[in-house]
């Protein structure tokens, strides 16, 4: 993830003809016609959204919240499919008469309505389970579907006494109390101020359980954290200290960013470093080739880059074979490239082999959305070449929020054979800021990264089949080298349970 990379999604984002036409008419307030939904016959949904005083909202409001007022870039409504999360149509929504919302749904088929939105907390991907037909509150049907869909989480945790688990017991019954009030509200304004409050509730219910089931981590999974250069002696001691992103008691990964295999000064520099991590107790995963530069190599350049590595770094514990797959930047044929290099690495190593998917469900082109993508390229022959299968998650270009735990669930099924990680995390870094949206704090960069930081790895890390996570972005930079920094003591924190 460079400056560069982050240009270019800037500039899709701004020029995805896929979202200007579908919601541009639309986001003026007008009544529009729907969408197009191909052949399928539809039945249609009126959705009222209000804000936390009752007052009713148009869709020309409901775009100014979902995009932060950034405008079409922030547009981002998405239908999806209920059990895959794969798209079924960007940007569905349109005015309706009456001042409601439409939205038309497929038939016979089990939809979610995905779209960025605040609570206190930040921005979430908002995952609204919809009925089949008729008028709803959506704020609603987002808080229910969340509060419905946590309660087997929440079980598992009360059950356990999960350190943290008692923090959503009382938003859990909030939640519920707000809910139950929702069906016998007189008017649509109570019931959107009742559907407010569910939401926060359930919202902050999420994250409290995405924190305290990190206690269920596998004893392996590994706390990570992303060298952008080669360290300094010191830098790798105090990444792999007990005060360091492990807290001394998780194994921690670093996660090597290659630039050139060619220069024999950078190649010293991270055999030194995999052999100092491995004389200190620590991991090294190295990856192939930064998305960046993917798009930019030959499949004979890219063949002589796996070779030459592979020479180069023999005793590394885990090859990311591909980084950040999906995203529409790429060029041409990156599955192919990173399944040749799975191959290498498993017919001339012993090393574990990752594969980073690139997380994003309705901000670009919904053919790289993050399902739609992976059912439809990530064939067979790959995935019986891959160990892990990680996400390389923005929030500020790509929010997760509380529907990381559904997000990665469905990961998890989509890949039943592989285990699963979060393989890069960042925020605030120079070349992020011009996202949308925000998590953790609007102002406080500080705040926000904890939060991210916490939240994210949390939600990656409790699971049985965890592999690792947050493998952060700049760690060295905003650990060490920015205001705000500090980024060790929250992943320390999330991967011991706090």
């Given at each position: 993830m460079t400056l560069e990379t982050n240009r270019r999604r800037v500039l899709a984002l701004l020029g995805a003809g896929v979202l200007g036409a579908s919601v541009s008419s639309c986001g003026r307030g007008h009544v529009a016609a729907p969408p197009a939904m191909g052949d399928g016959a539809t039945t249609h949904l009126s959705l009222h959204v209000t804000d936390a005083q009752g007052s009713p909202l148009n869709l020309e409001a409901l775009r100014g919240i979902q995009s932060n007022g950034k405008g079409e870039p922030g547009y981002d409504d998405a239908l999806l499919d209920t059990s895959t999360l794969e798209v079924i149509a960007v940007g569905p929504l349109y005015q309706d008469e009456g001042g409601a919302i439409g939205i038309d749904v497929p038939i016979g088929r089990?939809?979610?309505?995905?779209?960025?939105?605040?609570?206190?907390?930040?921005?979430?991907?908002?995952?609204?389970?919809?009925?089949?037909?008729?008028?709803?509150?959506?704020?609603?049907?987002?808080?229910?579907?969340?509060?419905?869909?946590?309660?087997?989480?929440?079980?598992?945790?009360?059950?356990?006494?999960?350190?943290?688990?008692?923090?959503?017991?009382?938003?859990?019954?909030?939640?519920?109390?707000?809910?139950?009030?929702?069906?016998?509200?007189?008017?649509?304004?109570?019931?959107?101020?009742?559907?407010?409050?569910?939401?926060?509730?359930?919202?902050?219910?999420q994250l409290a359980l995405d924190r305290a089931l990190v206690a269920q981590a596998p004893q392996d999974a590994i706390i990570g954290v992303t060298f952008t250069r080669v360290p300094t002696a010191a830098e790798i001691a105090a990444a792999l200290a007990p005060?360091?992103?492990?807290?001394?008691?998780?194994?921690?990964?670093?996660?090597?960013?290659?630039?050139?295999?060619?220069?024999?000064?950078?190649?010293?520099?991270?055999?030194?470093?995999?052999?100092?991590?491995?004389?200190?107790?620590?991991?090294?995963?190295?990856?192939?080739?930064?998305?960046?530069?993917?798009?930019?190599?030959?499949?004979?350049?890219?063949?002589?880059?796996?070779?030459?590595?592979?020479?180069?770094?023999?005793?590394?514990?885990?090859?990311?074979?591909?980084?950040?797959?999906?995203?529409?930047?790429?060029?041409?044929?990156?599955?192919?490239?990173?399944?040749?290099?799975?191959?290498?690495?498993?017919?001339?190593?012993?090393?574990?082999?990752?594969?980073?998917?690139y997380y994003q469900l309705g901000q670009a082109d919904p053919a790289y959305s993050l399902f739609s993508y992976a059912a439809k390229e990530i064939t067979q022959p790959i995935r019986d070449l891959v160990d892990v299968v990680g996400l390389s998650v923005y929030p500020q270009l790509h929010p997760l929020g509380t529907a990381a735990d559904?997000?990665?669930?469905?990961?998890?099924?989509?890949?039943?054979?592989?285990?699963?990680?979060?393989?890069?995390?960042?925020?605030?870094?120079?070349?992020?800021?011009?996202?949308?949206?925000?998590?953790?704090?609007?102002?406080?960069?500080?705040?926000?990264?904890?939060?991210?930081?916490?939240?994210?790895?949390?939600a990656a890390l409790g699971r049985s089949d965890a592999w690792g996570a947050p493998f952060w972005w700049y760690y060295l930079e905003d650990q060490v080298g920015t205001p705000g920094g500090q980024v060790a003591p929250a992943l320390a924190a999330a991967s011991n349970g706090f």
């Open positions: 089990a939809c979610t309505l995905a779209m960025s939105w605040p609570t206190s907390h930040g921005y979430s991907a908002l995952m609204a389970d919809l009925p089949v037909s008729g008028e709803h509150d959506l704020l609603e049907l987002a808080a229910r579907t969340l509060h419905d869909r946590q309660t087997e989480r929440y079980q598992q945790a009360t059950a356990q006494g999960l350190k943290g688990s008692e923090e959503a017991v009382p938003l859990r019954a909030s939640a519920q109390e707000s809910l139950d009030a929702c069906t016998t509200a007189q008017s649509w304004a109570d019931r959107g101020r009742l559907a407010v409050s569910a939401l926060e509730a359930a919202s902050g219910a005060s360091g992103p492990g807290g001394g008691k998780r194994k921690v990964s670093a996660r090597l960013v290659i630039g050139d295999p060619a220069d024999a000064q950078e190649m010293a520099g991270w055999r030194t470093t995999v052999d100092a991590l491995h004389a200190q107790g620590g991991m090294a995963l190295a990856q192939i080739c930064d998305s960046h530069d993917m798009a930019v190599l030959s499949d004979a350049a890219w063949d002589t880059r796996v070779d030459s590595l592979i020479k180069a770094l023999p005793s590394v514990d885990a090859w990311e074979i591909g980084n950040e797959i999906g995203g529409d930047w790429l060029g041409t044929g990156p599955v192919a490239k990173a399944q040749r290099a799975a191959r290498a690495v498993r017919e001339r190593t012993s090393a574990t082999t990752v594969l980073t998917l559904r997000v990665l669930t469905t990961l998890d099924t989509a890949f039943p054979a592989s285990r699963i990680a979060v393989t890069e995390l960042g925020y605030g870094g120079e070349d992020l800021n011009n996202g949308p949206w925000w998590f953790g704090s609007a102002t406080d960069p500080s705040v926000a990264r904890t939060a991210v930081a916490e939240y994210v790895t949390g």
